[in-house]
């Protein structure tokens, strides 16, 4: 009898860590979305680089009247560079020049997605990228959600950055994972998230503390804005605050009081032109030519 419930309770051990494993793989977005195709806009180049630890990234390059400057637009978690198109229309519509790319094991790039800590590499790689090949001398980023994340665990690589937006920022990934979960399960956050916790080493190959943006954004070397619906209940109040606080003078913390986690440019495309477009022209400089033609 003992014997008969001590198979029992390994087998219902068993299930319950597949089940957590496999309600991981979704909550943290692992499986890879299928890209969906279509043809880029009228005079995108199709362009494809790799990262220092040899992934390959495909993404779009769009020239603009001056292309020594140029702005990368960076994709939220489970997306992919069309989740950013209608920015770099918009900045491509008053002169811009953009990169917008697929992040690892998203859309056409190879490898397999890490929340955003191996996507910092991503980003140096694009940076790099256009740099090298572009000609480009000055730069801006534009980065949502896991985007916005990658971009500041790579601001060692901001040489050529004048600015950065970062919208959706978190602070660390321990507490946006246990701010997201409250929302689903409730007190239960507790007991649920160190079970999602202890499967980011084995998943992604480092340790959760390791990923936290709030320790890295005092580095930046250039203005910084931080994007927040003023109604988003997935990234705590105080975690918006160390993250202004670690960041150097000027920082700008700007809300669309209507908008909850969401996409901020989707939400109110013209509060976004306007605010986003006076950031560009005071940090990356006005757009001049216009878009190339």
């Known amino acids: 009898m003992l014997r008969k419930t001590l198979i029992v309770a390994l087998l219902a051990a068993f299930l319950g860590a597949i089940s957590i494993w496999v309600v991981g793989s979704f909550e943290m977005s692992t499986h890879r979305h299928p890209w969906p195709g279509g043809t880029p806009p009228a005079g995108v180049e199709p362009v494809q680089f790799v990262a220092s630890d040899g992934v390959p990234l ?153 990923f936290a943006p709030v320790q890295q954004i005092g580095k930046a070397r250039c203005p910084t804005l931080l994007g927040y619906g003023g109604k988003d209940r997935t990234i705590p109040t105080p975690s918006i605050g160390a993250l202004f606080a670690a960041a150097p003078t000027p920082c700008t913390l700007w809300s669309l009081q209507l908008a909850g986690h969401e996409d901020l440019y989707r939400f109110d495309p013209a509060a976004y032109q306007a605010k986003i477009g006076e950031f560009l022209g005071q940090t990356l400089g006005p757009p001049v030519g216009g878009p190339q033609k």
């Open 58 to 210: 495909k993404g779009w390059w769009w020239p603009a009247g001056d292309s020594s400057r140029a702005i990368v637009l960076l994709h939220g978690l489970g997306a992919n560079r069309l989740q950013m198109l209608r920015r770099a229309q918009w900045l491509h519509s008053i002169g811009y020049a953009t990169l917008l790319f697929d992040f690892r094991g998203c859309g056409e790039s190879g490898g397999k997605s890490s929340l955003g800590y191996g996507e910092r590499l991503d980003v140096g790689a694009a940076l790099r990228y256009m740099q090298e090949l572009k000609g480009v001398r000055r730069s801006a980023l534009i980065g949502q959600g896991m985007g916005a994340a990658a971009a500041v665990m790579a601001v060692e690589e901001w040489t050529s950055v004048r600015g950065a937006v970062l919208e959706r920022l978190f602070g660390d990934l321990e507490s946006a994972m246990r701010a997201r979960v409250q929302l689903k399960v409730g007190p239960a956050e507790r007991l649920v998230t160190p079970l999602f916790l202890w499967q980011v080493r084995p998943r992604f190959g480092f340790a959760p503390e390791q």
